[in-house]
T-cell receptor, first 111, second 118 residues
Framework: LAKTTQPISMDSYEGQEVNITCSHN???????ITWYQQFPSQGPRFIIQ???TKVTNEVASLFIPADRKSSTLSLPRVSLSDTAVYYC????????????FGKGTRLSVIA | EPEVTQTPSHQVTQMGQEVILRCVPI?????FYWYRQILGQKVEFLVS????????KSEIFDDQFSVERPDGSNFTLKIRSTKLEDSAMYFC????????????????FGPGTRLTVT
Protein backbone atom coordinates (compact mmCIF):
# COMPACT_ATOMS: atom_id res chain seq x y z
CA LEU A 1 0.00 0.00 0.00
CA ALA A 2 1.46 3.36 -1.03
CA LYS A 3 2.28 5.64 1.88
CA THR A 4 1.04 9.20 1.54
CA THR A 5 2.35 12.40 3.08
CA GLN A 6 0.37 15.63 3.19
CA PRO A 7 0.52 18.78 5.32
CA ILE A 8 -1.19 18.51 8.69
CA SER A 9 -2.98 21.82 8.35
CA MET A 10 -3.46 24.83 6.08
CA ASP A 11 -5.15 28.18 6.47
CA SER A 12 -6.70 30.23 3.70
CA TYR A 13 -8.82 33.32 3.27
CA GLU A 14 -12.18 33.15 1.57
CA GLY A 15 -12.03 33.55 -2.20
CA GLN A 16 -8.49 32.22 -2.55
CA GLU A 17 -7.42 29.16 -4.46
CA VAL A 18 -6.09 26.41 -2.21
CA ASN A 19 -3.64 23.76 -3.35
CA ILE A 20 -3.01 20.72 -1.16
CA THR A 21 -0.12 18.53 -2.23
CA CYS A 22 0.22 14.86 -1.40
CA SER A 23 3.41 12.84 -1.80
CA HIS A 24 3.19 9.16 -2.69
CA ASN A 25 6.65 8.08 -3.81
CA UNK A 26 5.95 4.34 -3.91
CA UNK A 27 2.74 4.49 -5.92
CA UNK A 28 2.15 1.30 -7.91
CA UNK A 29 1.32 1.12 -11.60
CA UNK A 30 -2.31 0.17 -11.02
CA UNK A 31 -2.94 2.63 -8.19
CA UNK A 32 -5.40 5.49 -8.45
CA ILE A 33 -5.24 8.73 -6.46
CA THR A 34 -8.42 9.67 -4.65
CA TRP A 35 -9.32 12.61 -2.43
CA TYR A 36 -12.00 12.61 0.22
CA GLN A 37 -13.34 15.48 2.30
CA GLN A 38 -14.65 15.19 5.85
CA PHE A 39 -16.64 17.85 7.69
CA PRO A 40 -16.79 17.68 11.50
CA SER A 41 -19.09 14.91 12.76
CA GLN A 42 -19.80 13.66 9.24
CA GLY A 43 -18.62 10.77 7.12
CA PRO A 44 -15.93 11.27 4.46
CA ARG A 45 -17.17 12.35 1.07
CA PHE A 46 -15.55 11.54 -2.27
CA ILE A 47 -14.23 14.61 -4.06
CA ILE A 48 -12.19 13.51 -7.04
CA GLN A 49 -10.12 10.66 -8.42
CA UNK A 50 -7.45 10.45 -11.08
CA UNK A 51 -4.74 8.29 -12.56
CA UNK A 52 -2.57 10.76 -14.45
CA THR A 53 -2.43 14.32 -15.83
CA LYS A 54 -5.38 16.49 -14.84
CA VAL A 55 -8.91 15.76 -13.76
CA THR A 56 -11.53 18.44 -13.12
CA ASN A 57 -15.05 18.28 -11.80
CA GLU A 58 -17.49 20.81 -10.39
CA VAL A 59 -15.78 20.80 -7.01
CA ALA A 60 -12.04 20.56 -7.58
CA SER A 61 -9.15 19.83 -9.90
CA LEU A 62 -6.53 17.15 -9.44
CA PHE A 63 -3.08 17.58 -10.96
CA ILE A 64 -0.85 14.54 -11.30
CA PRO A 65 2.65 14.89 -12.80
CA ALA A 66 4.04 12.34 -15.22
CA ASP A 67 5.99 10.42 -12.55
CA ARG A 68 2.82 10.19 -10.38
CA LYS A 69 4.88 10.46 -7.20
CA SER A 70 2.77 13.36 -6.01
CA SER A 71 -0.57 14.97 -6.67
CA THR A 72 -2.18 18.32 -5.96
CA LEU A 73 -5.79 18.93 -5.07
CA SER A 74 -6.86 22.41 -6.14
CA LEU A 75 -9.92 24.08 -4.67
CA PRO A 76 -10.87 27.26 -6.54
CA ARG A 77 -12.14 30.26 -4.58
CA VAL A 78 -12.73 28.57 -1.23
CA SER A 79 -15.52 29.62 1.09
CA LEU A 80 -16.02 29.12 4.83
CA SER A 81 -17.98 25.96 4.06
CA ASP A 82 -14.85 24.36 2.59
CA THR A 83 -13.36 24.14 6.10
CA ALA A 84 -12.80 20.41 6.49
CA VAL A 85 -10.19 17.66 6.59
CA TYR A 86 -8.96 16.55 3.18
CA TYR A 87 -7.57 13.05 2.71
CA CYS A 88 -5.33 11.81 -0.09
CA UNK A 89 -5.66 8.06 -0.69
CA UNK A 90 -3.61 5.95 -3.06
CA UNK A 91 -4.57 2.43 -3.99
CA UNK A 92 -6.11 0.04 -6.43
CA UNK A 93 -9.59 1.23 -5.45
CA UNK A 94 -11.45 -1.45 -7.28
CA UNK A 95 -13.78 -4.14 -6.12
CA UNK A 96 -14.01 -4.07 -2.36
CA UNK A 97 -10.64 -2.60 -1.52
CA UNK A 98 -10.86 -0.98 1.91
CA UNK A 99 -9.99 2.68 2.04
CA UNK A 100 -6.93 3.50 4.12
CA PHE A 101 -7.11 7.00 5.54
CA GLY A 102 -4.16 8.95 6.85
CA LYS A 103 -4.42 11.94 9.13
CA GLY A 104 -5.34 14.24 6.27
CA THR A 105 -4.93 17.99 5.91
CA ARG A 106 -7.09 20.19 8.08
CA LEU A 107 -8.06 23.21 5.98
CA SER A 108 -9.34 26.26 7.82
CA VAL A 109 -10.94 28.97 5.72
CA ILE A 110 -11.01 32.38 7.33
CA ALA A 111 -13.34 35.25 6.44
CA GLU B 1 -29.27 12.11 -4.62
CA PRO B 2 -29.37 8.68 -2.97
CA GLU B 3 -27.61 8.44 0.37
CA VAL B 4 -26.54 6.00 3.04
CA THR B 5 -28.52 6.34 6.25
CA GLN B 6 -27.56 5.21 9.76
CA THR B 7 -29.47 4.79 12.99
CA PRO B 8 -29.25 5.77 15.72
CA SER B 9 -27.24 8.96 15.38
CA HIS B 10 -26.04 8.59 18.97
CA GLN B 11 -25.99 5.50 21.17
CA VAL B 12 -24.98 5.46 24.80
CA THR B 13 -24.40 2.09 26.41
CA GLN B 14 -22.80 0.61 29.47
CA MET B 15 -19.64 -1.44 29.30
CA GLY B 16 -20.38 -5.10 28.65
CA GLN B 17 -23.67 -4.45 26.89
CA GLU B 18 -24.46 -5.47 23.33
CA VAL B 19 -25.16 -2.82 20.73
CA ILE B 20 -26.43 -3.03 17.18
CA LEU B 21 -25.73 -0.23 14.77
CA ARG B 22 -27.92 -0.05 11.71
CA CYS B 23 -27.30 1.14 8.19
CA VAL B 24 -29.32 1.31 5.00
CA PRO B 25 -26.89 1.36 2.07
CA ILE B 26 -27.73 2.85 -1.31
CA UNK B 27 -30.17 0.48 -2.97
CA UNK B 28 -28.23 -0.64 -6.05
CA UNK B 29 -24.88 -0.94 -4.29
CA UNK B 30 -23.22 -4.29 -3.87
CA UNK B 31 -20.38 -3.71 -1.40
CA PHE B 32 -20.88 -2.61 2.19
CA TYR B 33 -18.38 -1.47 4.77
CA TRP B 34 -18.00 -0.38 8.35
CA TYR B 35 -15.36 2.09 9.45
CA ARG B 36 -14.81 3.75 12.78
CA GLN B 37 -13.18 6.96 13.93
CA ILE B 38 -12.11 7.46 17.50
CA LEU B 39 -12.33 11.12 18.47
CA GLY B 40 -9.41 13.05 17.01
CA GLN B 41 -7.98 10.04 15.20
CA LYS B 42 -7.97 8.53 11.72
CA VAL B 43 -10.86 6.81 10.00
CA GLU B 44 -10.15 3.07 10.34
CA PHE B 45 -11.50 0.22 8.24
CA LEU B 46 -13.32 -2.52 10.13
CA VAL B 47 -14.96 -4.87 7.63
CA SER B 48 -16.25 -5.20 4.09
CA UNK B 49 -19.20 -7.35 3.03
CA UNK B 50 -20.24 -8.66 -0.37
CA UNK B 51 -22.67 -11.31 -1.52
CA UNK B 52 -23.80 -12.00 2.03
CA UNK B 53 -20.39 -12.71 3.46
CA UNK B 54 -17.40 -10.90 4.86
CA UNK B 55 -14.87 -10.04 2.14
CA UNK B 56 -12.17 -8.56 4.30
CA LYS B 57 -11.71 -7.52 7.90
CA SER B 58 -9.11 -5.63 9.86
CA GLU B 59 -7.37 -6.59 13.10
CA ILE B 60 -9.84 -4.37 14.94
CA PHE B 61 -12.73 -6.58 13.85
CA ASP B 62 -12.30 -9.32 16.43
CA ASP B 63 -14.77 -11.89 17.77
CA GLN B 64 -16.72 -9.18 19.58
CA PHE B 65 -17.87 -7.77 16.26
CA SER B 66 -20.25 -9.25 13.71
CA VAL B 67 -22.06 -7.98 10.65
CA GLU B 68 -25.28 -9.05 9.05
CA ARG B 69 -27.56 -8.17 6.21
CA PRO B 70 -30.83 -9.39 7.72
CA ASP B 71 -32.98 -8.30 4.78
CA GLY B 72 -32.63 -6.66 1.39
CA SER B 73 -32.02 -3.21 2.74
CA ASN B 74 -30.39 -3.18 6.17
CA PHE B 75 -26.76 -3.80 7.08
CA THR B 76 -25.90 -4.09 10.76
CA LEU B 77 -22.83 -4.05 12.96
CA LYS B 78 -23.12 -5.82 16.31
CA ILE B 79 -20.70 -5.40 19.17
CA ARG B 80 -21.36 -8.21 21.66
CA SER B 81 -19.77 -6.88 24.81
CA THR B 82 -18.79 -3.25 24.53
CA LYS B 83 -15.60 -1.88 26.01
CA LEU B 84 -14.71 1.69 26.87
CA GLU B 85 -12.31 1.75 23.92
CA ASP B 86 -15.17 1.00 21.52
CA SER B 87 -16.36 4.57 21.99
CA ALA B 88 -16.08 6.10 18.53
CA MET B 89 -17.98 7.32 15.50
CA TYR B 90 -19.01 4.34 13.36
CA PHE B 91 -19.51 4.94 9.66
CA CYS B 92 -21.26 2.68 7.23
CA UNK B 93 -20.37 2.97 3.55
CA UNK B 94 -21.46 1.34 0.33
CA UNK B 95 -20.21 1.16 -3.24
CA UNK B 96 -21.10 -0.33 -6.58
CA UNK B 97 -18.86 -1.98 -9.10
CA UNK B 98 -18.44 -0.43 -12.49
CA UNK B 99 -18.40 -3.29 -14.93
CA UNK B 100 -17.23 -1.06 -17.75
CA UNK B 101 -14.84 1.84 -17.86
CA UNK B 102 -11.86 2.60 -15.63
CA UNK B 103 -11.15 0.50 -12.60
CA UNK B 104 -12.34 3.06 -10.13
CA UNK B 105 -15.20 3.54 -7.73
CA UNK B 106 -16.18 5.67 -4.81
CA UNK B 107 -17.51 4.72 -1.42
CA UNK B 108 -20.53 6.60 -0.12
CA PHE B 109 -20.46 7.15 3.62
CA GLY B 110 -23.35 7.58 5.98
CA PRO B 111 -23.53 10.31 8.62
CA GLY B 112 -22.28 7.97 11.33
CA THR B 113 -23.41 6.69 14.71
CA ARG B 114 -21.64 8.12 17.71
CA LEU B 115 -21.20 5.27 20.20
CA THR B 116 -20.43 6.23 23.77
CA VAL B 117 -19.55 3.42 26.18
CA THR B 118 -19.68 4.34 29.86
Amino acid sequence: LAKTTQPISMDSYEGQEVNITCSHNNIATNDYITWYQQFPSQGPRFIIQGYKTKVTNEVASLFIPADRKSSTLSLPRVSLSDTAVYYCLVGLHSGNTPLVFGKGTRLSVIA
Amino acid sequence: EPEVTQTPSHQVTQMGQEVILRCVPISNHLYFYWYRQILGQKVEFLVSFYNNEISEKSEIFDDQFSVERPDGSNFTLKIRSTKLEDSAMYFCASSEIFSLGPSSYEQYFGPGTRLTVT
